[in-house]
């Protein structure tokens, strides 16, 4: 009798133990299920995705740095000297628009995109607005591509101002 009763109380704990286990493996299984819907939320709502061949593309001047090597900014936002937008089109067209002052400059020309030792570029020749062209070589700016979202002007490379820029569009 003994014996049936401790039969009776080990089955009674195995099944406990069984019936544990299920429900742990079901929390887990809960678990893993909110952390992957998660992590889609995150994947699809954290930023928006640019692509480099998505165009129109529109570029605003975020902020303006006095040394290449160190770069020390010096302005930013509505403290820069001035204000100013690219706009790149699918069809190999770009215009350029500068605020200073009140005073609004628009230029204009053409773009390709360049890879140049294993960095990427965009390379604008001006037909309109040389006076706010911003750049070492006459005619032309290159703007070189940090990320799907920043682009950081070359003119630093010759003593000039640098121009880092956010995409928008």
């Not at 544990?20 to 709502?45: G, P, Y």
């Not at 965009?122 to 062209?133: D, H, K, N």
């Not at 070189?144 to 928008?168: A, F, H, M, P």
Request: with cysteine; proline share 2%.
């Amino acid at each position: 009798m003994i014996f049936a009763v401790n039969n009776f109380t080990l089955g009674l704990y195995l099944n406990r133990i069984h019936f544990d286990n299920i429900r742990a493996h079901l929390k887990i299984e809960k678990m893993q299920k909110v952390l992957l819907f998660l992590v889609l939320i995150a994947l699809t709502s954290c930023s928006k995705e640019f692509e480099l061949d998505q165009f129109p593309q529109e570029w605003k001047l975020i902020s303006m740095t006095a040394d290449q090597i160190t770069p020390t900014i010096i302005a930013t936002g509505s403290e820069m000297e001035w204000q100013e937008t690219y706009t790149l089109n699918s069809d190999g067209t770009f215009t350029k628009s500068r605020n200073r002052d009140g005073i609004i400059t628009d230029a204009s020309g053409t773009f390709v995109f360049k890879e140049i030792s294993n960095e990427k570029y965009f390379e604008l020749s001006f037909v309109t607005g040389i006076s706010i062209l911003t750049s070492c070589t006459p005619g032309k700016e290159m703007l070189w591509v940090k990320s799907q979202t920043k682009l950081l002007g070359t003119w630093s490379n010759c003593d000039g101002i640098g121009l880092e820029y956010e995409r928008i569009k």
